[in-house]
């Protein structure tokens, strides 16, 4: 009877380790989800930024709008081609006021495409492209930011009371320093818009170069530095860093719940 009990409880110790241990190899062995399927999962597709087209449009209008400016000033305002056909077109309307009127609805198309771009960027930068929303940022900034100054000083010209030429003179200056800043801005900026676009470049996070050069090469110049502008830009990235991990990582869990239910 003493001999029967160890044996009974190593028979049972050992039943006890055969069904654990087959249920964990039925886990090994169950059907797992594949690499392929899993990465063609978890791939997020490439979103371009279609903001190339409204900003080819935006400069062909400035443009457009200072010759046609041009021509108002010399011909309407100072009388020096055909009045009569100024007063077949504006009508009632003086020269100068229709150039501030065409001035006051290019800045507001500006306004109105300088929104559309930091939409469409702010998309961008939650989706990991960090490097390209920071090369962006100010080229988004300039054209709304020379309109505005341009209506300062077109308030301050206006409030003075100069002469007739010297006043269309100077208000015609303006539109063309404006135009010399704000067209080449939107040309450059529809350059880079396109590039990325082609590239089709996977998020910041993904690539090796990158997170490499990040990790090791910037961390390690960043960090004896005690510049204000540069540990602020160090704060900035790791912000942006965090919060796109944090995003993707749920993404990555939702879909992982969703291939395991399906398989």
């Given at each position: 009877m003493a001999s029967t009990g160890p044996s009974l409880y190593s028979q049972a110790?050992?039943?006890t380790d055969l069904t654990r241990s087959t249920e964990e190899d039925s886990l090994v062995d169950g059907p797992l989800i594949s690499a392929d399927v899993l990465q063609s999962a978890i791939r997020r597709e490439f979103q371009s930024v279609p903001t190339t087209c409204s900003s080819g449009v935006l400069s062909l209008m400035h443009v457009l709008y200072v010759v046609l400016s041009l021509c108002v000033g010399i011909m309407c305002v100072l009388k020096f081609g055909k009045e009569e056909v100024c007063l077949h077109i504006l009508g009632s309307v003086k020269g100068d006021c229709a150039i501030v009127f065409g001035k006051v609805f290019l800045w507001a198309l500006t306004?109105?495409?300088s929104l559309w771009m930091q939409h469409h960027h702010s998309r961008a930068r939650s989706r990991g492209y960090l490097r390209f929303y920071r090369q962006t940022?100010?080229?988004?900034?300039?054209p709304l930011i020379t309109h505005s100054t341009g209506n300062v000083f077109l308030l301050l010209l206006l409030a003075l009371k100069l002469p007739l030429i010297i006043h269309t003179s100077l208000l015609l200056s303006i539109l063309g320093v404006e135009v010399l800043v704000a067209?080449?801005?939107l040309l450059y900026y529809t350059v880079k818009v396109m590039q990325f676009n082609r590239e089709r470049a996977a998020p910041d996070v993904s690539?090796?170069?990158h997170s490499h050069t990040y990790t090791v090469t910037s961390l390690a110049t960043e960090t004896g530095f005690r510049g204000s502008n540069s540990l602020e830009e160090v704060v900035e990235k790791q912000a942006d860093l965090i919060e796109y991990l944090k995003q993707h990582n749920a993404l990555l869990s939702k879909r992982l719940l969703n291939l395991t239910a399906q398989h």
């Open positions: 110790g050992q039943s306004l109105l495409h940022r100010r080229l988004q900034q300039l067209v080449p801005c690539q090796e170069e």
